[in-house]
């Protein structure tokens, strides 16, 4: 319990980070990388729960005292970092992604950046961790969460004086409801930190251990050596474990506790330079991942080439020295009444929360492009604005016109809103969306976990509103092979789900002078590959994505036609609906991916961008004027 320096504790944060860091630049044999933020998690239950008890031993416990410690600690370097990569985003990123990393950046600030990606980690659109400029915070807010409530747990156990039994008995309740509500969510068992609890826990156990092998130097040594055998072991296979969250982290962190217990520094991992990078590695782990995001994009593949990763590492290097000498140290040692402290670090937590919200708000701040960039940033959007992504109460067309279409369905239907809407203002025709990303809309159809229950109610709710809407036109579209292909019944089954639930659904719909159309199976290039943060123009230059070339229409048509043909024949006998099979209209003699002038027609394997749902309506030009005007079909 005496505080003291521990040179082997350096030792693993610099194993820890030095693995992070070499997973995220994707270095082969380093796959299980992500096991370095378990290290960090156990030395962190160890630490900090050893310094809290000491000081309670000593009757020196101070809450203000210790939250204005841990706030020296942490907050400095990571509003530098924050701050910084938000400048470099300003200055690279096009609107959209500025956007995502001004909500990051907030959500960072305030610690609960790990609340943020769970929640958004299920969402139809959610975006790659690839881009996400400040995803290593995840770990970074799980750790302040931590800090926050175990103070008053450990006065509480230290008074009842069941300190050991409480983190024992947190530990195994945190690890058991890992383990059952993976299946459930296992994004939440990985982000959120009551399921990471049982890491902190085995870290905070490893001062009882410590204490027992104390006067054991052979044990201690035999320790230390199965300890670091047993890390490295685990690291060679943990990749295959990584979305099992629990028993995934539970090997390196019961190395880690072993290593941290026989309190033996072995001169192999706690050399000078090996010190080094321990001392400095909270530094190294806020910079290495912005760092990693903007040469990607910047870039593009040279950053993951041999030269683009030494040049990352050099960067990081430089970068993890300024921070660790002009910010982190000498902030540390700021002395001065810890409330005073806390007010200034939260005024300007506020300050820069009030600059990233903005930005957000501003929707990325568009206006940093000129207008020539601005009119070609619309055209590679998903969704034309005003309704953008969502589109779940979205109005677009003629929106004083005496007639009503409702465009209802998921995101595939969503894209229709710039194919439709010159064709309904030269029509007087009001347009609304009743869109739900990732959510089928047909009625009987039990929507995929883990969002079952939001489907269903969001789908009985647009039913419900679709009914009585006075609208005369109804189109109706779906990712029809997502529910064909996807997980679950025989093949058989689903198809025979998707035509009786289309049938149940036109049913339900149905009234004299209402007429619909399906919008069939989408054009698909899953050959190419899309980025479509790179697609879109920034302030400054990055080098563009490769162009996808056109896609083969035979293979277009030949996976849209069992599609085709379900819902063709779920619409045998009805005169008021009609079928548009896309790859019949879009496709010629080829599927265009890229216009001439390098304009994205779509922003991933099933999705049009702007640009691609116009030509989609000038295509489908007949047909939907056809349907519009209500004539019979042609």
Known sequence: MEARYRADIDGLRAIAVCIVVLFHLKVAGFGGGFAGVDIFFVISGYLITGHILRDIELGAFSFAAFYARRARRIL???????????????????????????????????????????????????????????????????????????????????????????????????????????????????????????????????????????????????????????????????????????????????????????NRPLRLFANRAVLAVGRSSYSLYLVHWPVIYFATFIFGAQAASSTGRITQLL??????????????????????????????????????????????????????????????????????????????????????????LELLGDSYVHQYVAALDDHLKARGIHGRTSTVGGCPMLVGVIPLPPRTAECIALRDRELARVKASPA??????????????????????????????????????????????????????????????????????????????????????????EIDGLLGYALMGRDNAELLRPTELYCDKDCPVVRDDGVWLFLDPGHFTVAGARLMGQRADSLISSFLSGHSKP
Not at 111 to 120: G, M, T
Not at 475 to 484: D, E
Not at 507 to 517: C, M, N, Q, S
Not at 520 to 549: E, I, K, N, Y
């Open 315 to 404: 960067v990081m290097a430089a970068l993890t020295a300024a921070m660790f000498v002009l910010v982190e140290q000498p902030i540390r040692r700021l002395q001065g009444a810890a409330w005073k402290q806390g007010a200034a670090f939260a005024a300007v937590i506020g300050l820069c929360v009030v600059a990233t919200h903005g930005a957000f708000k501003a929707d990325g701040v568009p206006w940093r492009l000129p207008e020539d960039q601005r009119a070609r940033l619309e055209l590679q959007r998903f969704g034309m604005s005003p309704c953008g992504r969502s589109g779940e109460d979205c109005e677009f067309g003629a929106l004083a016109g005496s007639r009503g």
């Open 472 to 561: 005369d036109l109804v189109v109706i579209g779906q990712a029809w092979h997502l529910y064909l292909e996807g997980p679950g019944q025989p093949d058989e089954r689903k198809a025979s789900e998707i035509r009786d639930g289309l049938q149940a659904l036109l049913a339900r719909l149905d009234r004299p002078g209402r007429r619909f159309l399906i919008i069939g199976g989408q054009v698909r290039p899953v050959t190419c590959s899309f980025d479509h943060m790179r697609m879109q123009p920034g302030p400054l230059w990055h080098a563009p994505p490769p162009r996808c070339a056109p896609f083969e229409t035979a293979r277009a048509r030949a996976n849209a036609r």
């Open 76 to 262: 400095p370097a990571l509003i530098v970092t924050v701050m910084l990569t938000f400048a470099a985003g300003w200055l690279w990123l096009p609107p959209d992604a500025l956007r995502q990393l001004a909500k990051e950046a907030t959500h960072g600030l305030l610690s609960i950046a790990n609340i943020q990606y769970w929640r958004e980690s299920n969402q139809y659109f959610a975006p790659s961790s690839d881009q996400l400029g400040l995803l290593h915070l995840w770990s970074l807010s799980a750790e302040e969460q931590f800090y926050l409530v175990t103070p008053l747990v450990l006065v509480l156990l230290s008074r009842m004086r069941q300190v050991a039994a409480g983190i024992a008995l947190s530990g195994v309740v945190s690890f058991v409801a890992a383990i059952i509500w993976l299946r459930r969510d296992p994004e939440a068992v990985f982000f959120l930190t009551p399921f990471r609890v049982f890491e902190f826990a085995l870290g905070a156990l490893a001062i009882a251990l410590e204490r027992r092998v104390a006067s054991w130097p052979a044990i201690r040594t035999a320790a230390a050596w199965g300890g670091y055998a047993v890390l490295f072991s685990s690291l060679l296979v943990i990749a295959r474990f990584q979305h099992d969250a629990g028993l995934g982290a539970l090997p390196p962190s019961l190395a880690t506790v072993a290593i941290i217990a026989a």
